[in-house]
């Protein structure tokens, strides 16, 4: 195995074990998301690839899927973690814009964006995006920083000498937009994120 599969993953585990000690469990947030997901079929899209977090546990479920983000240079350490863990076959990646998505309309059954919301420049037309892409009997599933969570990462960004950027539209100004577009939705809430799951 290359050498740089090998140490990215090592960062990886190490982040992990990093946010742990400030009472935050990735994994087990992202099984909780997949949890309230469910079911999950059809053509699946995930929007806001990142570094991979949702995308390894969404492979280790057995999807096969489309992960998307505008950082070429972050969906590399996705890229390479699904390497170690042999399941780079089952995602397509792609650039991509959220706030302009290159997909033809009502392309796809899911669509996923998990903490990607508070890092959209204009999310209510990243939702209009979403809302387009997203099959007529599609869902939408969008989880994000609670109250709580935003506390817990702006202290690990502290700790780590930055700080966390994030707009200003929650989860909750999310839903009342989608409601607007005549969608109907559901809200779960976790220790550390929220969801919402809309559909028509």
């Known amino acids: 195995m290359e050498a740089r599969v090998l140490e990215n993953y090592k960062r990886y585990l190490e982040r992990v074990n990093f946010c742990k000690n400030f009472g935050y469990d990735i ?6 998301i997949l949890k309230e997901s469910k079911p999950i079929k059809g053509n699946i899209l995930e929007i806001g690839t990142g570094k991979g977090y ?35 076959k089952q995602v397509n990646f792609k650039i991509d814009n959220a706030e302009d998505l290159s997909f033809k309309n009502e392309s796809f059954d899911v669509i996923f964006a998990i903490n990607a919301i508070h890092h959209f420049t204009s999310p209510f037309k990243a939702m209009d ?8 009997k599609g869902k939408i599933i969008l989880s994000d920083f609670n109250e709580e969570g935003m506390k ?15 707009g200003e539209v929650n989860l909750s100004q999310i839903d009342n937009y989608l409601k607007g577009k005549e969608l109907n939705t559901q809200i ?3 220790g550390f994120e929220d969801i919402v799951i809309a559909f028509r």
Do not use: W
């Open 27 to 32: 994994e087990q947030e992202r099984n909780f």
């Open 54 to 88: 949702f995308t390894i546990e969404l492979a280790k479920e057995g999807y096969s899927f489309t992960s998307v983000d505008i950082s070429e240079k972050e969906q590399e350490f996705a890229m390479l973690n699904l390497a170690y863990l042999g399941l780079e």
């Open 129 to 136: 995006e979403f809302i387009r892409v997203a099959k007529l």
């Open 152 to 166: 817990m990462i702006g202290k690990i960004h502290l700790s780590e000498g930055r700080k966390h950027e994030a």
């Open 188 to 190: 779960h809430k976790g």
